[in-house]
């Protein structure tokens, strides 16, 4: 049997996010940079996202970010864009939730930009009464029956 001459199998790699939880200094985009809000995945270290500026845009998620910042759906994240591929971007970085919210209340965000739900693409509340599925009847109504 070969000697393990490594510092640890996948168990070690699994218990560093604990940085996760202190807060961190808001990031404002930059020249060459946009937001964008993740409208799929698609694997292979790539996501189909809008950025604000309108442009759909195929970004693929940086090699210091893959497998230790997990994007989703819905998910607002800062792009680089490419000078040579308008329609490809990079993804640099992710902002949590509340700092998705103080880039909208800030107005670095439009005001239609809907956060953290799981999809993005403006669906609106289809669910407006159709729960309702229970009807009351009184007593009269079901004497007539």
Not at 59 to 66: L, S
Not at 99 to 106: D, G, P, T, V
Not at 113 to 133: F, H, P, S, V
Request: charge should be negative.
């Amino acid at each position: 049997m070969p000697k393990n001459k490594g510092k640890g199998g996948k168990n070690r790699k699994r218990g560093k996010n604990e940085a996760d939880d202190e807060k961190r200094e808001l990031v404002f985009k930059e020249d060459g940079q946009e937001y964008a809000q993740v409208l799929r995945m698609l694997g292979n270290g790539r996501c189909e996202a809008t950025c604000i500026d309108g442009v759909k845009r195929l970004c693929h998620i940086r090699g210091k970010m893959h497998k230790k910042v997990w994007i989703a759906a819905g998910d607002i994240i800062l792009v680089g864009l490419r000078d040579y591929q308008d329609d490809k971007a990079d993804v640099i970085l992710k902002y949590m939730p509340d700092e998705a919210r103080l880039l909208k209340a800030y107005g670095e965000l439009p005001e239609n930009t809907r956060l953290n739900e799981g999809i993005a693409g403006g669906l609106d509340e289809e669910d407006d009464g159709a729960g309702d599925d229970y009807i009351e009847f009184e007593d009269e109504d079901i004497d007539k029956i």
